[in-house]
């Protein structure tokens, strides 16, 4: 049993609850949403700064589809989704919501929602199919075209350089514990800033090293679907590395490109009041929040282990912390849950954190059967505002999955979306009150899309995708936050 099984997100529905809990199906003593987040009773209206910016977020993989055309190379997700029973479903990434062709209907989607931030990603493989060598043209191009389509729709163009798609061939050749991934992915990244650095003036390095660390080479049910703690902590370190290379590569073709990461955080909350388990919280947050925070804007590991960090398991040589040094310009955050911290005694493996955490139940679920408990994402923004003060903040990603489908109308009634929302806007809200210095919000996602090991067995959308047809309809969710969006007035 895994200690860190929290982060097991997208198994547990598989095991859990094989089909979508209806919201109406309430353990006895589980509050309502409703109750939680009525729309009259809880908040008190909150105005938003007027330069606050409203965004979406996707990911290569996850919409575009076209896997093997105008000269793509393969990816380990293509490799994990074509492997049998590595995926809910069978399902894969070729064709997902095809947005490689429709991305023109995609910008039009964000512009009818009145956002003016776009977050997606870049595939390596179609930049360089083996992850090496001259770029692909047609790979650069299709970037070309849809940031020009963002900028002409007046939507800034947040452009996230790895999401999880790395080329087969540099996983063949060891993947992320392999060194030498340090001077691909630098390549990798200066080929494309030179290509795009005109017209991007915002980058994301990463999308959420730790999980795809530790999900892709602890736990193995994520590409490259390895199980093997001491592989997983070297790529940690050598992700690290590489961050802070690809920081100076970016800064070297302008130094006026704002530059930062997409982490995932979740609010750490001791299980009881005890000594120990405080501890064991503080050290699920360094490891789970902050492992690739800190090297960058401190120059050392946070301290995750109860003896010492495992620096030589991590391979971290003399000299390795200057080249993770990184100041980044902004921070960004995906947050989606609470997780609760005990402490255990400390084994071999994963066990050697003495951390276990679990998921929180006492709110709400939704359809993936995560809790809704928007004060953790107040306290979470609260804590990296304190701990990082002067860096701004930005949410990458917030969002939730339900199943809800078009009526007889044709419209998509996703009243519960909404409330999800309104819960955690007042909490970010409330945090921008307190002094947190949050600049923009991106929902995850622009579009119902391919969700990992769970295939198209979640929803994250703010616009229903039939994938039989392909037809994208705005979902009532949307609507409200077009409004929103156009208004800054949360009410
Ligand atoms: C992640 C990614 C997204 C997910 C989203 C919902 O965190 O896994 O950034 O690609 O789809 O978080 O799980």
């Given at each position: 049993?895994?200690?860190?099984?929290?982060?097991?997100?997208?198994?547990?529905?598989?095991?859990?609850?094989?089909?979508?809990?209806?919201f109406?199906?309430?353990?006895p003593g589980?509050?309502?949403?409703?109750?939680?987040?009525?729309?009259?009773?809880?908040?008190?209206?909150?105005?938003?700064?007027?330069e606050?910016?409203?965004?979406?977020?996707t990911?290569?993989?996850?919409?575009?589809?076209?896997?093997?055309?105008?000269?793509?190379?393969?990816?380990?997700?293509?490799?994990?989704?074509?492997?049998?029973?590595?995926?809910?479903?069978?399902?894969?990434?070729?064709?997902?919501?095809d947005?490689?062709?429709?991305?023109?209907?995609?910008?039009?989607?964000?512009?009818?929602?009145?956002?003016?931030?776009?977050?997606f990603?870049?595939?390596?493989?179609?930049?360089?199919?083996?992850?090496?060598?001259?770029?692909?043209?047609?790979?650069?191009?299709?970037?070309?075209?849809?940031?020009?389509?963002?900028?002409e729709?007046?939507?800034?163009?947040?452009?996230?350089?790895?999401?999880?798609?790395?080329?087969?061939?540099l996983?063949?050749?060891?993947?992320?514990?392999?060194?030498?991934?340090?001077a691909?992915?630098?390549?990798?990244?200066?080929?494309t800033?030179?290509?795009?650095?005109?017209?991007?003036?915002?980058w994301c390095?990463?999308?959420?090293?730790?999980?795809?660390?530790?999900?892709?080479?602890?736990?193995?049910?994520?590409?490259?679907?390895?199980?093997?703690?001491?592989?997983?902590?070297?790529?940690?370190?050598?992700?690290?590395?590489?961050?802070?290379?690809?920081f100076?590569?970016?800064?070297?073709?302008?130094?006026?490109?704002?530059?930062g990461?997409?982490?995932?955080?979740?609010?750490c909350?001791?299980?009881?009041?005890s000594?120990?388990?405080?501890?064991?919280?503080?050290?699920?947050?360094?490891?789970?929040?902050?492992?690739?925070?800190?090297?960058?804007l401190?120059?050392?590991?946070?301290?995750?282990?109860?003896?010492?960090?495992?620096?030589?398991?991590?391979g971290?040589?003399s000299?390795?912390m200057?080249?993770?040094?990184?100041?980044?310009?902004?921070?960004?955050?995906?947050?989606?849950?609470?997780q609760?911290?005990?402490?255990?005694?400390?084994?071999?493996?994963?066990?050697?954190?003495?951390?276990?955490?679990?998921?929180?139940?006492?709110?709400?679920?939704?359809?993936?059967?995560?809790?809704?408990?928007?004060?953790?994402?107040?306290?979470?923004?609260?804590?990296?505002?304190?701990?990082?003060?002067?860096t701004?903040?930005?949410?990458t990603?917030?969002?939730?999955?339900?199943?809800?489908?078009?009526?007889?109308?044709?419209?998509?009634?996703?009243e519960?979306?909404?409330?999800f929302?309104?819960?955690?806007?007042?909490?970010?809200?409330?945090?921008?009150?307190?002094?947190?210095?949050?600049?923009?919000?991106?929902?995850?996602?622009?579009?119902?899309?391919?969700?990992?090991?769970?295939?198209?067995?979640?929803?994250?959308?703010?616009t229903?995708?039939?994938?039989?047809?392909?037809?994208?309809?705005?979902?009532?969710?949307?609507?409200?936050?077009?409004?929103?969006?156009?208004?800054?007035?949360?009410?």
């Amino acid at each position: 049993m895994s200690r860190w099984n929290s982060f097991n997100r997208r198994e547990f529905l598989s095991t859990a609850f094989g089909a979508a809990a209806s919201f109406s199906i309430v353990p006895p003593g589980r509050r309502l949403l409703g109750e939680l987040l009525h729309p009259q009773s809880k908040f008190a209206p909150l105005q938003f700064p007027e330069e606050f910016i409203w965004g979406a977020a996707t990911a290569s993989y996850q919409i575009e589809g076209a896997w093997a055309e105008d000269g793509k190379g393969e990816s380990i997700w293509d490799r994990f989704s074509h492997t049998p029973g590595k995926v809910k479903g069978a399902a894969t990434g070729d064709v997902a919501c095809d947005s490689y062709h429709r991305y023109k209907e995609d910008v039009a989607l964000l512009k009818a929602l009145n956002l003016t931030s776009y977050r997606f990603s870049i595939s390596w493989p179609r930049i360089q199919a083996t992850g090496s060598g001259d770029p692909n043209s047609k790979g650069l191009d299709y970037y070309k075209r849809l940031a020009d389509a963002l900028l002409e729709a007046k939507i800034r163009p947040l452009c996230t350089l790895y999401h999880w798609d790395l080329p087969q061939k540099l996983e063949e050749r060891g993947g992320w514990p392999n060194r030498d991934l340090v001077a691909r992915f630098t390549d990798y990244v200066d080929i494309t800033v030179r290509a795009l650095g005109d017209r991007i003036s915002h980058w994301c390095i990463f999308n959420e090293p730790w999980v795809f660390t530790f999900l892709g080479y602890a736990r193995g049910i994520h590409a490259p679907s390895r199980k093997n703690f001491a592989e997983c902590m070297r790529a940690t370190h050598v992700v690290n590395i590489a961050q802070g290379q690809a920081f100076r590569a970016i800064k070297a073709i302008n130094s006026k490109l704002q530059v930062g990461t997409a982490f995932s955080m979740a609010h750490c909350q001791p299980a009881t009041s005890s000594d120990a388990d405080r501890q064991a919280a503080d050290r699920a947050h360094a490891l789970g929040n902050v492992w690739f925070v800190h090297p960058a804007l401190h120059g050392e590991y946070p301290k995750a282990f109860p003896g010492d960090n495992p620096l030589d398991l991590m391979g971290v040589k003399s000299g390795d912390m200057e080249l993770c040094r990184a100041p980044l310009d902004f921070l960004g955050i995906n947050y989606y849950r609470r997780q609760l911290v005990s402490a255990i005694p400390p084994g071999a493996g994963e066990d050697a954190t003495g951390v276990h955490n679990f998921d929180a139940h006492d709110g709400p679920l939704t359809d993936f059967a995560w809790e809704i408990w928007p004060d953790g994402f107040h306290d979470l923004l609260m804590r990296i505002a304190h701990e990082y003060k002067t860096t701004p903040l930005e949410i990458t990603e917030n969002g939730c999955s339900y199943l809800d489908c078009p009526d007889e109308h044709g419209s998509i009634p996703d009243e519960r979306r909404v409330q999800f929302m309104r819960g955690y806007l007042h909490g970010l809200g409330r945090a921008l009150l307190h002094g947190a210095n949050v600049r923009a919000y991106h929902h995850w996602s622009l579009l119902d899309n391919f969700e990992w090991a769970e295939g198209y067995a979640q929803r994250f959308g703010l616009t229903y995708v039939d994938f039989r047809t392909q037809k994208r309809t705005i979902k009532d969710s949307g609507h409200w936050y077009a409004k929103l969006a156009s208004t800054g007035s949360l009410t």
